[in-house]
């Protein structure tokens, strides 16, 4: 007897284009596919969970409401922590428009898996099992930026840093399609190759915040010295330098492992931290949907017969 192929669904990681990923989910299932599987790295593990939970409106929701000031409320420097990130607002954004804080992996309706990577090794590690809240702010902690989470003797950071698609897991859990959205497929080197590249004075909002709260600890943080050539801003320095490793991994994991769909959104307009431009990466993601959603629809049919 005939039954419907099992359709996984990797979502890569991306930081704010991975906003991208709500209009690729609207589209799947407005199409009439709806993901038996989900897999993902980074915000692709924030905006999966969400789906798997039940929260992907919330989420949306707040989303487009989002403002360059709500970002900056996430942000805190202290030598006490390892990151920009404010853990405890982080924590209280993922258990109100994400996850509960006590749901657990194998409470969730569909299989879930988010990937991390171990500070210690830097080996890929996968969520088999416990607190999915968890698990999603260890595959999303970029390094710099969010403090590393604490598993087992072992410290978790982003899982972008050694799988920035997490195709192979989505065939690990029983997948016989893999529709996979790479975030990271035409960024490199766009923000230094723009004709106006926005210097550190000019990114005066972030560094102005940043400097303010860090002022007591180092007066020298922030040099108020300007060189006749002003050099890149520091998230376009952060940008640059996270897209290029992201780039080069994900190619190298798809030629060892190519999904059957592969989803790529042209996102290099939206920058590292641009929530603002939600809107934009969510209906780019649409789009990327509907032109392929004929090939699997007959990919599943094939596999049905």
């Known amino acids: 007897m005939a039954h419907a192929p099992k359709v996984g669904l990797a979502l890569g990681s ?20 709806e993901p038996d599987i989900v897999c993902g790295t980074s915000v692709g593990a924030m905006t999966g969970a969400a789906y798997v939970a039940g929260n992907l409106d919330p ?22 922590q390892t990151g920009f990130v404010d853990v405890e607002r982080l924590d ?19 299989p879930f898996l988010a990937v991390a990577t171990c500070l210690n090794t830097g080996q890929e590690v996968w969520s088999r099992g416990g607190n999915v809240a968890y698990w999603v702010r260890a595959s999303m902690s970029m390094p710099g930026l969010f403090p590393p ?30 529709i996979a ?55 376009s320095v952060v940008s640059s330098a996270i897209n290029i490793f992201q780039d080069r991994i994900t190619r190298s994991r798809m030629a060892g492992d190519p999904p ?4 790529s959104p042209h996102l290099s307009d939206v920058g590292l931290l641009e929530f603002g431009k939600a809107a ?8 990327c949907v509907e032109r392929v959603l004929p090939d699997i629809r007959r990919r599943m049919a094939m596999l049905e017969r």
Request: with cysteine; glycine share 8%; net charge negative.
């Open 280 to 287: 934009e990466a969510m209906e780019t993601g649409r789009e």
């Open 14 to 33: 991306g930081a704010s284009r991975g906003w991208s990923h709500i209009g690729v989910i609207d589209a799947l299932v407005a199409g009439g596919i």
């Open 92 to 110: 209280q954004f993922i258990h109100k428009y994400v996850v509960d804080a006590r749901t657990q992996i194998d409470d969730l309706p569909k």
């Open 260 to 263: 059957d769909f592969m989803i």
């Open 181 to 235: 959205v790479n975030l990271n497929a035409d960024i490199v080197g766009k923000h230094l190759k723009d004709a106006r590249v926005a210097s550190a004075e000019e990114e005066a909002g972030l560094v102005r915040y940043l400097k303010q709260q860090a002022k007591e600890y180092s007066g020298a943080l922030f040099s108020s010295s300007k060189p006749d050539v002003p050099p890149p801003g520091l998230m």
């Open 149 to 178: 989470v604490f598993d087992n003797d072992r410290w978790l950071v982003d899982g972008g840093l050694v799988n920035p698609v997490p195709v192979a897991a989505c065939r690990a859990l029983g997948a016989d399609i893999v």
């Open 59 to 80: 989420l949306r929701e707040w989303v487009l409401g989002l403002n360059r000031s709500d970002v900056y409320r996430f942000l805190d420097i202290k030598f006490s």
